[in-house]
């Protein structure tokens, strides 16, 4: 079986790439590889969801599944105040990640080796950000629900996105029994952005 983006240490073999792309006016550069997701670009949904936030943030920011870093990294770049943890279980991701972290001359920035919030058990955040690793499957990502709800401290928001053919309807249903705000804060080409809050 093939190595996925959420393999925890990939062995398929190394295809390092780099592109430059602008995300909402300024120009990121990251270096992506083989096993992490969206290699070739950032995709529509994560850029969806970047151009929904209410940048810039304050205060602690996670960056939940970070992958080789489009988000965090975008964040932590209109967000000088905030302070930003970027987790994957993908360790191949996570050295990317740190990569594109100094390449982009982010510091606010700590990247961790996590699978969902096992290993960030002793902290909170304001801001808790992922396009959900989907293909790992409807019990991975509800789990990783359920942990940000316990990580999201006092007026924080959870946001997500995910495609209504990859489950938006019921991923929504999840949520809302979970939190007590949820809103589709943008609706885009089959793509559902999703905030939720306690």
Not at 3 to 14: A, L, Q, T, V
Not at 110 to 135: C, M, Q, Y
Request: aromatic share 8%.
């Amino acid at each position: 079986m093939g190595d996925h983006y959420y393999s925890r240490n990939p062995i398929s073999e190394r295809d390092k790439r780099e592109f430059s792309t602008d995300i909402r006016g300024r120009t990121l550069t990251f270096s992506t590889d083989a096993s992490v997701f969206s290699k070739k670009g950032v995709d529509y949904g994560t850029r969806l969801l970047i151009e929904a936030l209410p940048l810039p943030l304050e205060g602690d920011v996670l960056d939940l599944g970070c992958g080789y870093g489009p988000i965090g990294i975008a964040v932590a770049s209109w967000s000088p105040r905030s302070r930003v943890v970027m987790a994957d279980v993908n360790r191949r991701a996570l050295e990317l990640c740190r990569h594109n972290a100094k390449r982009n001359g982010v510091e606010q920035v700590t990247v961790l080796e996590s699978d969902g919030l096992s290993a960030l058990k002793h902290l909170s955040f304001d801001w808790v950000l992922t396009n959900p690793p989907i293909r790992a499957g409807k019990r991975v990502v509800y789990r990783l629900f359920e942990e940000t709800r316990t990580h999201l401290r006092e007026n924080g928001q959870f946001w997500l996105v995910i495609q209504k053919k990859q489950g938006a309807p019921s991923a929504i249903k999840k949520l809302q029994s979970l939190f007590s705000d949820v809103t589709v804060a943008v609706r885009s080409k089959g793509y559902a952005v999703i905030r939720c809050r306690n």
